[in-house]
């Protein structure tokens, strides 16, 4: 299940380390859509949009003192998951 992330971590990091060689800045948009210029700029844009999976923790990852009621509440969610954070807020999950 982690491969996925790990795929996207490294790809991600390996997008970063060039765009430092290559003396570019790198900035990162969601949906693109901005009431200011931040989507503006003469370097790189990474769009973020489809990286919107989310993934449920597995039970070996929680320390063993983790509430059992609010495991069901725990999910990694990638940056571009406005819509998955929205529903698991509106059902007490907490994002940090």
Sequence with gaps: MYEILTQAAGDINNL??????????????GSAWALSHIQVTENWLLNTKMLNR?????????????????????VIAQCGSAQIIRVGLSQGAHFF
């Design 16 to 29: 970063v380390k060039e765009a430092a060689s290559g003396g570019k800045q790198l900035r990162a948009i």
């Design 54 to 74: 989310c993934f449920e923790v597995e039970e070996n990852c929680f320390h063993a003192d983790f509430p059992e009621e609010k495991k069901k509440l725990v």
